[in-house]
């Protein structure tokens, strides 16, 4: 909370599940900070119902296929000023917000496995929560891309140290495309130049 002291009201701050909960999200709100976050649902103060933890009771269980999900459905529940909303993509995504109506919808495109597009429902929670993390969860999956790159026969160099300054060559490669848009390569073409 020291941190966020000297935000001007309004601000939008969006993390991860490693911070969210439903203490620091009101106590953000009543200071006129709006937050978004992944939310681990075992945490305190959580809508039971949306969990995905395996039912221990009969009524659990009668509780869990109710509000099982087909990919694009979604559910939510909302008790002022914080909303819960469970969408179900390949897995189960959860968002806590007060910043975000949990009611409105938008349209997506998915890459399938196959590799075609396929339109999907998105709540826009969801949908702003992925346009506002930008770089800091796509760096996990260029990894593991260029990862997979170097497996299937590129030059690979054994070495640890290879692979520290692949991160610190990707976060760079990150910085610059999000601060200077005029030039942009691949890392992939970094990589092929280093």
């Known amino acids: 909370m020291k941190l966020g002291g000297n935000l001007p009201p309004n601000t939008h701050l969006v993390f991860d ?3 969210t909960s439903v203490v620091l999200m009101e106590s953000l709100y009543y200071r006129g900070i709006l937050a978004t976050g992944t939310v681990r649902m075992l945490r305190k103060n959580l809508p039971k119902e949306l969990s995905t933890r395996k039912p221990k009771t ?17 559910t ?20 806590l917000s007060t910043a975000v109506n949990p009611t409105k919808v938008e349209v997506i495109q998915r890459t399938q496995k196959n590799g075609e597009k396929k339109d999907m429902f998105c709540p826009s929670i969801i949908a702003e929560y992925t346009r506002s993390m930008g770089g800091v969860d796509h760096f996990h999956s260029t990894i593991i891309e260029v990862r ?5 026969g590129q030059k690979c160099h054994g070495s640890a140290c290879f692979g520290f300054c692949s991160r610190v060559l ?6 610059y495309i999000n601060t200077n848009t005029k030039i942009v390569k691949t890392y992939t073409e970094i990589l092929d130049y280093v």
């Open 148 to 152: 997979t790159q170097l497996a299937a």
């Open 58 to 74: 009969p009524g659990e269980r009668i509780l869990a296929n109710e509000t099982k999900l087909n990919p694009g459905e979604f």
């Open 170 to 175: 990707l976060l760079t490669h990150t910085f």
């Open 76 to 95: 939510y529940r909302f008790c002022h000023p914080c909303a819960v909303v469970k969408w179900k993509d390949t897995k189960d995504v959860h968002v």
């Open 17 to 19: 599940n490693f911070f």
